[in-house]
């Protein structure tokens, strides 16, 4: 195989593996939520601790990708995020729980960071567009995750011995595939954090990112509990496995769907398709409507994140790995109000009518993406084909 395709492969298992661990957790929420006794507001709050963790995370994963080659924060990260997910699964008290919490998303963040970063410098050495790819096959992974949690759930597997069992696939493959990744792909230049006026268009591609982990966090964190509570559905996990399976889908088709419509098409027609997904949720709260809606809504945020982060790309102040670090931080911001948000919503009106907040957020990419490519201007990232 050549160099080039066995390093995508591998970098992609990284992908693989992060989504598979997040999604693991992600769908033991409902779980944690009812063994714990907690009501919205108390897993809200609860939830705050993660983009807390994740926004500390992002200066040190910035300077230990900029200072180092993102290989060695890579597989370090990982079999720390490992051990935090098993200490989510064995946590006695909210004290344990919190702790854990916290140690995953703090070093979910270095991964990220690194990942992204193997994976824009591959880039450079493809003529078209695979990055998408990439986030395809985080979700993929997220949809291993879920499908494994439905598996474990519906056969009454503990929630100990199911994150301790993803944690060990993790590690390993982890470390299998570490040793065929990107070496020596530290920017020479672009590494250093500048104080001042912010840069423009990094200000945008932030706000994108802000709104996108608005829908896309809340739908990780909330879509169970809509399913169980909402719909009245027991296998919880069904709603979030059809929003994971519609995203990873849509991933895959996502460089070929730039390349004929353009990004700013294509950032318009995911705004559309979240706004109706959620639209149909809220509208029409059983079964196949709930379906069908998180389907739409997984189509619209696919692409929102990996294009984003391409265009990040462009902007030349800054290395990739740094500017990734800087547009991620309007990502925490976005995860850290929009799931509490809609604890503290739904806790106060309904489930439903907090999920409304999804549907704008979704809505205000079409302004949000269009002043981005006006400022921007024509070039071959960003002009409509």
Not at 12 to 27: E, M
Not at 58 to 64: A, D, E, R, T
Not at 168 to 181: C, K
Request: include cysteine; glycine fraction near 10%; charged fraction near 10%.
């Amino acid at each position: 195989m050549e160099l080039r395709h066995r390093q995508r492969f591998h970098i992609s298992a990284f992908f693989f593996l992060l989504g598979f661990c997040f999604s693991t957790w992600a769908s033991r929420i409902p779980t944690i939520k009812e063994g714990f006794g907690l009501n919205d507001a108390e897993l809200g709050t609860l939830l705050l601790l993660m983009p807390m963790s994740s926004l500390a995370g992002l200066p040190v994963s910035g300077w230990l990708v900029s200072r180092f080659n993102s290989r060695r924060p890579l597989i370090i990260a990982l079999i720390v995020l490992t051990i935090s997910l098993t200490l989510i699964g064995f946590a006695d008290s909210v004290v344990v729980l919190g702790l854990g919490m916290s140690l995953f998303a703090f070093h979910m963040r270095i991964v990220g960071i690194a990942i992204n970063a193997q994976g824009l410098a591959l880039q450079k050495h493809f003529e078209r567009k695979i990055f998408g790819s990439f986030h395809g096959v985080w979700s993929t992974g997220g949809i291993a995750g879920v499908g494994l949690s439905t598996w474990v759930i519906a056969m009454d597997i503990g929630m100990k011995t199911h994150l301790l069992t993803v944690s060990v696939i993790t590690t390993v493959m982890g470390l299998y595939a570490y040793r065929f990744v990107l070496r020596n792909d530290r920017a020479s230049g672009g590494n250093k954090f500048i104080i001042g006026k912010p840069e423009p268009l990094l200000v945008i591609l932030g706000s994108l990112i802000f709104l996108a982990s608005i829908c896309e966090g809340g739908m990780f964190d909330w879509s169970g509990i809509y399913f169980h509570e909402v719909v009245g559905m027991e296998l919880f996990t069904i709603g979030y496995l059809t929003f994971m399976i519609c995203m990873a889908v849509s991933r895959f088709a996502t460089d070929w769907f730039v390349d004929t419509f353009g990004m700013p098409r294509t950032f318009t027609v995911s705004a559309l398709l979240i706004f109706s997904g959620i639209g149909l949720a809220v509208l029409f709260p059983t079964y196949w409507p709930v379906i069908v809606g998180f389907c739409l809504v997984g189509f619209g945020t696919a692409a929102v994140v990996p294009m984003t982060f391409l265009l990040a790309a462009t902007v030349e102040k800054y290395s990739a790995p740094m500017t990734i670090s800087i547009i991620a931080t309007y990502g925490i911001a976005g995860v850290f109000l929009g799931p509490p948000l809609i604890g503290y919503l739904a806790h106060a009106f309904d489930l439903r009518i907090a999920f409304i907040t999804f549907a704008v957020a979704g809505l205000l990419m079409i302004p949000v993406s269009q002043t981005f490519f006006r400022r921007k201007g024509r070039n071959p990232m960003t002009t409509e084909q």
